[in-house]
């Protein structure tokens, strides 16, 4: 089955912890990004990458890191987590194609993080 | 920021009734493309839109893409509480010339359905 993986669903640190936040996707995708969805605003691109060692900022990337050293797995780290990254994170995966090709983006099923 | 602007943001719909949702663009795209959410899940992909003018059909769903490639709506008929969500519009990487690489959701128009 296709599908996006991210883990833990739930998370509460504390402030100043690190965390990583992991994606995996199974359908072989170049594109893969990370959003956070926050109540009014949307889905906010974090980061994205639009192949292996390929990373680039989204619209909201302070206080986040990405890799990407294999094309399945997108893993988000918050180095130095604040309160103010209390949200809902999402994961997704796209292929690669021209603007009028077939971009269809896959989403992980949300991990919901608050930081005391 | 955001490169497509949605509105409304919220629309509570009586059951039968229709309503639309736009999504509007200050720069000319080359797609758009437009997802659900489900209230406590994740976005799922509904449409591409590609071609000026282009209108394409899901059952109660009737998606739009304006002639100029600035604007799309989605229109909704004789709605139904399964229709409860979030919709959002996406213009997916390569979609505007000054955001190349971003996939970039609108803010969102929640629907909320009463019977």
Same mark, same amino acid.
């Given at each position: 089955?296709?599908?996006?993986?991210?883990?833990?669903?739930?998370?509460?640190?504390?402030?100043?912890?690190?965390?990583?936040?992991?994606?995996?996707?199974?359908?072989?995708h170049?594109y893969m990004s990370w959003y956070?969805?926050?109540?009014?605003?949307?889905l906010r691109q974090i980061y994205y990458s639009m192949?292996?060692?390929?990373?680039d900022?989204g619209d909201?990337?302070?206080?986040?890191?990405?890799?990407?050293?294999?094309?399945?797995?997108?893993?988000?780290?918050?180095?130095?987590?604040?309160?103010?990254?209390?949200?809902?994170?999402f994961c997704a995966s796209s292929?690669n194609?021209?603007p009028?090709?077939?971009t269809e983006a896959f989403f992980?099923?949300?991990?919901?993080?608050?930081?005391? | 920021?955001q490169q497509v602007?949605?509105?409304?943001?919220?629309?509570?719909?009586?059951?039968?009734?229709?309503?639309?949702?736009?999504?509007?663009?200050?720069?000319?795209?080359?797609n758009i493309q437009?997802y659900?959410?489900?209230?406590?899940?994740?976005p799922?992909f509904?449409?591409?839109?590609?071609?000026? #003018? &282009?209108? !394409? =059909?899901?059952?109660? *769903?009737?998606?739009?893409? #304006? &002639?100029? !490639? =600035?604007?799309?709506? *989605?229109?909704?008929?004789?709605?139904?509480?399964?229709?409860?969500?979030?919709?959002f519009?996406a213009t997916p990487p390569g979609g505007t010339?000054?955001s190349w690489g971003k996939f970039q959701f609108?803010?969102?128009?929640?629907?909320?359905?009463?019977?």
């Open positions: 089955e296709a599908q996006v993986t991210q883990n833990p669903r739930y998370l509460i640190t504390v402030t100043g912890k690190k965390l990583t936040v992991t994606c995996s996707q199974n359908m072989n170049e956070r969805q926050d109540p009014g605003l949307g192949n292996v060692e390929v990373t900022k909201v990337p302070e206080g986040y890191k990405v890799s990407r050293k294999e094309k399945r797995n997108f893993p988000l780290i918050l180095e130095s987590p604040s309160p103010n990254q209390t949200s809902l994170y292929p194609t021209p009028d090709g077939n992980g099923q949300g991990t919901r993080l608050t930081v005391v | 920021g602007m949605q509105i409304p943001q919220y629309q509570h719909v009586q059951e039968g009734e229709d309503f639309t949702t736009y999504c509007n663009s200050s720069t000319t795209l080359s437009w659900k959410q489900r209230p406590g899940g994740h799922v509904l449409i591409q839109l590609v071609k000026s #003018g &282009e209108v !394409k =059909k899901q059952k109660r *769903l009737t998606f739009q893409f #304006g &002639e100029a !490639k =600035k604007n799309s709506s *989605l229109h909704i008929t004789a709605t139904q509480t399964t229709d409860v969500g979030t919709y519009c010339t000054d609108g803010a969102g128009t929640q629907v909320v359905v009463t019977p």
